[in-house]
């Protein structure tokens, strides 16, 4: 199978015909994504744990994926938010990359890695396919800690993935700001998969670098999203926030239904 990708400035819409998608959470933010004949990973952290990341803001990953890279099947696409933070792309996640046909991330991220890395800026699309499968794929806004930030913690995109039937939208690593209301101006998602876990380093006190589970709640208000699929919340050390707030923050009548947990390394259809 192989995949093939095109510059579009439209969407593929939605038709009678459904593609069927299933989601397999690995940990962390590292989704195994099928939708149709195609093939999908989102940031690839895939290194056995525990395991420790120096740097100037130390990270600590304090369990393994679910599944390990050799039990990963080819990769058409991988859709990497950030290259920068081993919590979403590790050295194993490295390897799988280079294996990958193509791989969509910010064009900092692309300029770095070389090879099927095609950098997307805000807003732009690319046209993906593989066997008899079709979907667009859409750069979104995204900002990794608080305003003025930015120069520390680097660049990060979020995506939107149209295909027949349906939308899928992955928030990358992002605290809730004012650009993300653009999206549901823009789109109608059906699910959302948002990085939470609200990370907190020691050394920069109160200030997050991800939602918390009542971030995520209130933009899956704003999006409307039908479904919403958390992820970014465990195996790390800065990722603090207890997984039952996420059970609290969706029990809100308005939000009823929506929250859907999946078991890791367990294939479930969307």
Not at 76 to 92: F, G, K, W, Y
Not at 131 to 158: D, Q
Not at 177 to 183: E, N, Y
Not at 202 to 230: C, H, N, Q, W
């Amino acid at each position: 199978m192989s995949a093939t990708t095109v510059t579009t400035t439209g969407t593929t819409g939605t038709t009678s015909t459904t593609v069927p998608v299933t989601a397999t959470h690995l940990g962390t933010a590292t989704v195994l994504l099928r939708i149709g004949d195609l093939t999908v990973l989102t940031d690839p952290a895939l290194d056995p744990g525990p395991a420790d990341y120096p740097a100037a803001r130390p990270l600590r990953r304090t369990a393994g994926p679910a599944l390990t890279a050799d039990r990963l099947p080819p990769i058409d696409l991988v859709l990497l938010s950030h290259d920068q933070h081993a919590d979403n792309l590790d050295p194993t996640g490295r390897t799988v990359l280079a294996r990958a046909t193509t791989v969509l991330t910010t064009p900092e991220a692309a300029e770095r890695l070389g090879g099927a890395a095609e950098g997307l800026a805000t807003w732009e699309s690319r046209r993906i396919t593989a066997g008899t499968t079709a979907v667009t794929v859409t750069a979104t806004p995204a900002r990794h800690g608080p305003a003025g930030t930015e120069e520390v913690t680097g660049p990060v995109t979020g995506f939107v993935v149209e295909y027949e039937g349906g939308t899928l939208y992955l928030s990358g690593d992002t605290v809730r700001h004012d650009a993300l209301a653009a999206i549901a101006e823009r789109f109608t998602v059906d699910t959302a998969f948002l990085h939470l876990g609200d990370a907190h380093f020691p050394s920069t006190g109160d200030r997050a670098f991800s939602m918390s589970a009542r971030e995520g709640a209130e933009l899956a208000r704003t999006l409307g999203a039908r479904t919403v699929v958390p992820v970014h919340y465990e195996s790390w050390e800065h990722l603090g926030e207890d997984p039952a707030r996420i059970a609290e923050a969706f029990a809100a009548p308005d939000l009823a239904g929506r929250l859907r947990r999946l078991v890791p390394g367990v294939p479930e259809q969307l």
